[in-house]
Each structure stands twice: as structure tokens, then as C-alpha cells.
């Protein structure tokens, strides 16, 4: 058995090293939008593991021998492993997810599921909550960037990673579920009790205005059926003769990547690059969008917010820079990375940092984020009374052009 686990310690192990081997066997879920990377020089892993690796195999035999306790004949031992290698790569979105959430990534885009209607992101260190729209969560009056601390009388571990918190906010419907959070500017932490509900998201909602000749489409999220809702969302509105429309990235977290952004985008801009693509040798590639071109006449005025990343960011990234419209709102999350995903043996996937994102005139994503043009809070109280300053000012920009 030992000589098993070590066998299956240092395969696993080696992956850190030549990951390239691997090709990524699904799709992602709403936070880690990911693209295939670019390939190195050699995509032959090393038959042996660099000489320093045997530092390992010692402290792995003064554990089999001197430790006091039981040792895990599970992967649990390999796991810690290897998260504690990722943790000294110094990136938050390296990361090892074990087999029951990787199997929510695999099937998040897909279906229902019982849950508050959030998703969990990694900010500064902390894990804080983005609630979707009309959901348990944001009908609760839990904020985009709310701290979570405890889920029901389980304390938040350093160790945990969203998609893990995601698993555990997930759960049967009608069952109850009790958050401790933290918000900036609280003097003290907040309770929340929730009932947790059937939760299926469409990725576009739309209407028409009241009392303008506008359309309003949001964009929840980037799935696989996006292209389709947005296209539907176009055609709808079309029918009652837009003079323009309101595209709302807010608290977008991403998705999958490249067809939504690519499709988006294309409706607004045939052929105009969306985004570039740089990879650790220095070799790059262009994203151009789709050549829809639907409401290629239609001006367009985009929505953001500090819940707008990934995916969202780019969408919102290529409006901003072909200097056809303006960004309204909120400074946005920054999350520029892009996440290939490697599946090991034992069915537990690899969250691998493989490239980096620019906007098409260069400038950075990750860690910066997007400043709108028109820069407008929405405050709490705000939020709290039904306003939204922010399509406000979409509105009377439309009708001033100022």
C-alpha cells in the first residue's frame, strides 16, 4: 500500500511540472473562464521528477514512521500536497479542485440545482459572495463583495477555495441555510438565513425601457445557450424599433470563453478584436468578434460594476476600447487570467494559470480592472430603495449624448 501511494504521490506531483501533457476534458465553471494554453516546447513530461523532489520522499518517510496518528489511505494526504506546491506558486487562481466540486464545474452551466443563487469569488484573500439577480441571495440582502464567514456553524477555512464554499452553499431545496458575513463598512458581522431554492438562471434577460425608446439586455453570466439567448433577446427587441440599448455587465462573473464574448461583442462590432491572449513564451493571438452584426446600427451604452469579471471584462474591455460607446458605473473586478484545466486520475481537476489577458489596445486586465467612463456609484441605500443611478445616467446619456 505505501509504495502504491507513493507511486500515485509523485505522479500527481510530477503534473505540476509538465501539466501541458494533459488537455483539458470539459468546460468551466461561472468564475474560471478558461481557453486551451499555448503549447510549450516540449509536451513530454520528465520520466524522473527534478532531483529536489527528494526532499519529499523524506518527509514522507519520517511520516510513515514517526507519525503518532493514522494516516489517510485516501487521497486526502495527496491532495494537501498538493495544494500546499500550488500555494507556493503565489497565484489565487492555481488551484486544486477535489472530485465532487469538479463534477459542479463540469455540469454548473448545465441545469438546476438547490442553492442561494451566488457565486463565490476570491478577492484579496477573502471569499465574498456575488449574488445573481433575483435570486436567494440578493433578495436576502446579501451584497456583491459580502465576506463570508461562517456557513451555518462551520467557520470559513484558509484553506478553502470558492469552489469549494460553493459545494457547501449547495444543498436539497427547502433546506435552510444560515451565513455569517462581513461587509465593508459594518461595524459588525451579519446573520442571514436562507432558504435555499431550485436555482436555473437564464444568461440574458431583456425589455424595453419604460418610458424610453430603449432596449435593456443584462447578461447574467457567459454558458454554452448565451450566443442563442442574446441573439433571441436582439430579435425581440427589435421588433419594437430600438433607438438604442443598455448592454448590462454587471456582477457578470464570466463564463465560458471564447463564443459568448466573441458572439456579443460581434452583434455590436463585426470583426473588431475583443481581446489578446498573452502566453508565458511571449507568443500571443487575437480574438476578433463574430460576424453577426445584428445591431451593428444600434448605439450601445454598457453597465459595469465591481461584480464585472472575466469573461464579462472582456465583453465590457473590447466596447470600451473601440471608442463606439461608453462604460457606465463601477470600477471592475480585474481578473484577467485565463485557467486551462487538467484532470488527474482520480477524477479531481487541476486549475492551471496558462495565460493572461489584454484588452485590444494592450492594456492590462488582471489584478486592475476596467474605470468606466462615466463613473456612478450605486450605493447600498440605493440598492435598498429600488434606485439605480447607473441606467439612470445610461438613459440620459442616450438622450444627450453627454
Known amino acids: 500500500m505505501t509504495r502504491i501511494l507513493q507511486v500515485t504521490v509523485l505522479g500527481l506531483l510530477a503534473l505540476l511540472i509538465c501539466s501541458m501533457a494533459f488537455v483539458a476534458g470539459f468546460g468551466v465553471n461561472y468564475l474560471y473562464t478558461t481557453r486551451a494554453p499555448a503549447p510549450l516546447a516540449s509536451s513530454n513530461p520528465p520520466r524522473q521528477p527534478p532531483q529536489h523532489f527528494n526532499l519529499m520522499w523524506e518527509s514522507w518517510k519520517l511520516i510513515k514512521d514517526e507519525f503518532y496518528y493514522d494516516i489517510p489511505l485516501s487521497n486526502a494526504l495527496v491532495h494537501g500536497m498538493i495544494r500546499g506546491a500550488l500555494s507556493s506558486l503565489g497565484d489565487p487562481h492555481t488551484v486544486l479542485v477535489e472530485p465532487a466540486p469538479a463534477q459542479q464545474e463540469a455540469t454548473n452551466l448545465q441545469g438546476n440545482y438547490g442553492g442561494i443563487g451566488a457565486k463565490v469569488e476570491l478577492r484579496k484573500g477573502a471569499l465574498v459572495l456575488l449574488p445573481f439577480p433575483d435570486s436567494p441571495a440578493s433578495k436576502a440582502g446579501i451584497l456583491p463583495g459580502d465576506q463570508i464567514l461562517k456557513i451555518d456553524d462551520q467557520e470559513i477555512k484558509f484553506e478553502d477555495t470558492p469552489d469549494v464554499i460553493e459545494t457547501k452553499l449547495r444543498g436539497q431545496v427547502g433546506a435552510e441555510i444560515t451565513l455569517t458575513l462581513r461587509r465593508i463598512g459594518a461595524p459588525d458581522v451579519i446573520v442571514v438565513k436562507l432558504t435555499r431554492q431550485e436555482i436555473n438562471i437564464p444568461t440574458v434577460q431583456y425589455r424595453m425601457l419604460e418610458n424610453t425608446p430603449f432596449g435593456y439586455i443584462q447578461v447574467t453570466l457567459e454558458s454554452a445557450d448565451t450566443p442563442q439567448e442574446f441573439v433571441k433577446a436582439l430579435n425581440e427587441l427589435k421588433k419594437n424599433n430600438p433607438k438604442a440599448i443598455v448592454l448590462d455587465l454587471r456582477n457578470n462573473p464570466g463564463g465560458l470563453f471564447p463564443d459568448p464574448a466573441l458572439e456579443i461583442v460581434g452583434q455590436f462590432l463585426p470583426n473588431a478584436p475583443v481581446v489578446i491572449e498573452k502566453y508565458r513564451d511571449g507568443t500571443q493571438k487575437t480574438y476578433n468578434a463574430l460576424a453577426g452584426g445584428q445591431a451593428r446600427d444600434l448605439p450601445v451604452v454598457v453597465l459595469v460594476n465591481g461584480g464585472t469579471a472575466s469573461a464579462g471584462e472582456i465583453i465590457a474591455g473590447a466596447f470600451f476600447d473601440s471608442g463606439k460607446t461608453v462604460l457606465i458605473g463601477e470600477k471592475t473586478f480585474g481578473k484577467g487570467s485565463v ?59 442616450l438622450n444627450t449624448g453627454k
Request: aromatic residues 6%; charged residues 25%.
Open 339 to 397: 485557467q486551462g484545466l487538467y484532470p488527474l486520475s482520480d477524477k479531481s481537476v487541476l486549475h492551471i494559470t496558462t495565460a493572461k489577458w489584454q484588452t485590444p489596445k494592450g492594456n492590462e486586465i488582471d489584478g486592475i480592472g476596467i474605470k468606466p467612463d462615466l463613473q456612478i456609484p450605486l450605493t447600498p441605500e440605493d440598492a435598498a430603495k429600488g434606485l439605480d443611478p447607473q441606467l439612470n445616467r445610461a438613459i440620459e446619456y
